[in-house]
C-alpha cells in the first residue's frame, strides 16, 4: 500500500505566501486513471486549461502538490466515508515562482550537482513528468534544437530525515526549448 510520503514535492523556501504562484486545474481525460499522476511530477496546461503529464517546447512547467489518486482530489466513494467532495481539482507550483523545492519524482540513476539544468522526462508514461539532466541540448553545449529547461538543481540528491525518501532539491525556472523532446 502507497504511503501518502512516496511521492511529494516539499517547499522548502519561498512558499507559502501571499503572492506565490500556484495554479488548479482538473486532470487532462487523458491521463483519468493513470497510475503515475503523483505530487513532484511536472505537467502543463493542455489545449483545454486541463493538466497533462510532462512538459515539452514551450509549454509552461508546473510541479504537482497532490497526487492525482488523493482523497482531496478524487473521491471513488465505497466504504470509506471523506468529509470532502472533490471535484477532480489538483493544484501545482508554476516554475516561475520563487521558491525552493524538494522532489521524489526524479531519474535516481543519475547523478545531479548543484547548477545542472533539470528537464521533464518524456519517454513513457511511467516516467512522464520526472525530472532528469539526462539528454539535455542547449544552445550552450552546441545543441541546435534546445530541450525546454524546467529547473536548476540546488542540492545533490538525500535521504530526507522525516520519511528516508530520496529527495532532489531545485529551482524551478521557465526556459522554453525549440521543439518537443
Known amino acids: 500500500m502507497a504511503q501518502m510520503f512516496d511521492h511529494t514535492l516539499d517547499a522548502v ?3 507559502f505566501h501571499m503572492a506565490a504562484l500556484d495554479f488548479t486545474a482538473k486532470i487532462s481525460a487523458d491521463e483519468t486513471g493513470s ?3 503523483f505530487a513532484g511530477r511536472v505537467v502543463h496546461l493542455d489545449n483545454n ?3 497533462k503529464l510532462g512538459c515539452t517546447g514551450s509549454q509552461m512547467p508546473i510541479f ?3 497526487n492525482g489518486n488523493d482523497a482531496d482530489v478524487s473521491n471513488a466513494g465505497g466504504g470509506v466515508w471523506y468529509p470532502i467532495n472533490p471535484e477532480g481539482n489538483i493544484t501545482g507550483l508554476v516554475a516561475k515562482g520563487a521558491y525552493e523545492l524538494e522532489t521524489t519524482e ?3 540513476s543519475r547523478t545531479y550537482y548543484p547548477n545542472d539544468y533539470l528537464r521533464c522526462d518524456t519517454a513513457s508514461a511511467a516516467v512522464a513528468g520526472k525530472l532528469t539532466n539526462n539528454g539535455l541540448s542547449t544552445l550552450v553545449n552546441g545543441g541546435s534544437n534546445p530541450t525546454a529547461i524546467v529547473g536548476v538543481v540546488s542540492r545533490a540528491p538525500r535521504k530526507r530525515q522525516t ?9 524551478p525556472v521557465y526556459h522554453p526549448g525549440k521543439t518537443s523532446y
Not at 520519511?163 to 529551482?171: E, G, I, M, P
Open 13 to 15: 523556501k519561498g512558499w
Open 35 to 37: 497510475a503515475y499522476v
Open 49 to 51: 486549461g486541463d493538466f
Open 64 to 66: 504537482l502538490l497532490q
Open 106 to 108: 526524479f531519474d535516481t
Open 163 to 171: 520519511d528516508r525518501n530520496t529527495v532532489l532539491a531545485f529551482w
